[in-house]
């Protein structure tokens, strides 16, 4: 009697488990949680801009670029092959580009060679012998702290010594402690893609707000429910500004307004 019981109860508790962890993949899929939709909307590529339409013969020419797949292996850094296809098209039209974690250099690659010739792409990066500079805070999760540190470990990066390299500008240091003064109101396109620490998401978001010009987009790499820091961030951020999330991306993009 008794190992019936509990066969019953574990069976029970399998069957719990098993329920949820599929409603959590069918959530996951459609950029949900369980219980709703994630606070920042999502929104299809091609009402985020009309490069990113489609036309009646399925993709259009507005996007094509220049691209290196990351093939079948994961690349360091996660960006996906459409997250760097997005960023690759909307590098077409900017002249002034600013990426917060250069990290191996192939979204730098990517933005440096789609952009216009006389684009300007500036890129920041914590140095392999800069560690001890990283400010981390009582706020942040430790996990992406060390693989904050884990990724910044590249003194060549994949636009070293290609064509596209005289358009970077390359700048090593602690994002925290970079002076955004200069770079107020200056760029067209900033990519935030540092470290995913809370306390780093709310510091490069605050420069980046500031450095974007009217009219300028702002992306944020991983709002995802396992990146804390960018999510919650984000989630508070979207109480006062219009953020979207642009589907079946981590992607989330803000147009600051001209």
Known sequence: MFFAISYAVLATVVAAWLGWR????????????????????????????????????????????????????????????????ILSVLAKRRARIFEFGTCTGKTTYHLARNSPADARIVTLTLPPEGHGAYAASGSDDREHGEIALRESRFTEFLYTGTEAAGKVEQLYGDSKALDDAPHAGGFDLIFIDGSHAHSYVVSDTEKALRMARPGGVVLWHDYRPKVPGVFRHLNDLSKRLPLVHLARTSLVAYRKPA
């Open 22 to 85: 599929l409603l959590s993949l069918r959530a996951r899929r459609k950029n949900r949680s369980v219980f709703g939709p994630w606070p920042v909307p999502t929104v299809a590529l091609g009402a985020f801009d009309p490069a990113f339409s489609a036309t009646v013969f399925g993709p259009g020419l507005d996007g094509e670029v220049n691209f290196i797949s990351q093939g079948d292996r994961p690349a360091v850094g996660g960006v996906s092959d459409l997250e760097s296809w």
